[in-house]
T-cell receptor, first 114, second 114 residues
Framework: NAGVTQTPKFQVLKTGQSMTLQCAQDMNHEYMSWYRQDPGMGLRLIHYSVGAGITDQGEVPNGYNVSRSTTEDFPLRLLSAAPSQTSVYFC?????????????FGPGTRLTVL | TQLLEQSPQFLSIQEGENLTVYCNSSSVFSSLQWYRQEPGEGPVLLVTVVTGGEVKKLKRLTFQFGDARKDSSLHITAAQPGDTGLYLCAGATAGGTSYGKLTFGQGTILTVHP
């Protein structure tokens, strides 16, 4: 299994450009999430999904869209990039193994918005 | 919004020393997870604690969940340079399953010098 994969690994955008960060998992996990990581702030939840066709907002959803058409894929779209969206983005997947779930994170996408 | 306060933010110690990292909140969490993150990679789950007062040991690492399930600690005995990394605590609130929604602390950057 490849686990959770993310592409691209690095990206530089200009303000106002749009792009999609790709995330895929091959573990048949129910839940998938997107987080952003900024220095001194840990990880903050952007959007999450509890299954194909079901998504919901996290703590910092503004400026981002998601969809989940399949169990495997959970892309994150930046509609009009802003410098405040410069960050490292992590996708995670998890399953409910009994009373708790185990989260698996991808390697991250490092995004710079100029 | 639930908050997790993690301390200290930075920790620089010599090989062989002991250390403790704290994770505190005014909110109750149904479970709490500890992650370790290497530069350029995603977080990797170390442990999940579920029951108030629970203590789990992972070799030289000891994790404790507070009786009221509002706080947790990570204690490392005889730290080694290989322990160097970013340590993150994360809490789940939706029953025992997070559904991919975790609240993260700010992280503790640990450096162990040979």
């Amino acid at each position: 299994n490849a686990g959770v994969t993310q592409t691209p690994k690095f990206q530089v955008l200009k303000t106002g450009q749009s792009m999609t960060l790709q995330c895929a998992q091959d573990m048949n996990h129910e839940y998938m999430s997107w987080y952003r990581q900024d220095p001194g702030m840990g990880l903050r939840l952007i959007h999450y999904s509890v299954g194909a066709g079901i998504t919901d907002q996290g703590e910092v959803p503004n400026g981002y869209n998601v969809s989940r058409s399949t169990t495997e894929d959970f892309p994150l779209r930046l509609l009009s990039a802003a410098p405040s969206q410069t960050s490292v983005y992590f996708c995670a997947s998890s399953y409910s193994g009994g009373s708790v779930d185990t989260q698996y994170f991808g390697p991250g996408t490092r995004l710079t918005v100029l | 919004t639930q908050l997790l306060e993690q301390s200290p933010q930075f920790l620089s110690i010599q090989e062989g020393e002991n250390l403790t990292v704290y994770c505190n909140s005014s909110s109750v969490f149904s479970s709490l997870q500890w992650y370790r993150q290497e530069p350029g990679e995603g977080p990797v789950l170390l442990v999940t604690v579920v029951t108030g007062g629970e203590v789990k040991k992972l070799k030289r690492l000891t994790f404790q969940f507070g009786d009221a399930r509002k706080d947790s600690s990570l204690h490392i005995t005889a730290a080694q340079p290989g322990d160097t990394g970013l340590y993150l605590c994360a809490g789940a609130t939706a029953g025992g399953t997070s559904y991919g929604k975790l609240t993260f602390g700010q992280g503790t950057i640990l450096t162990v010098h040979p």
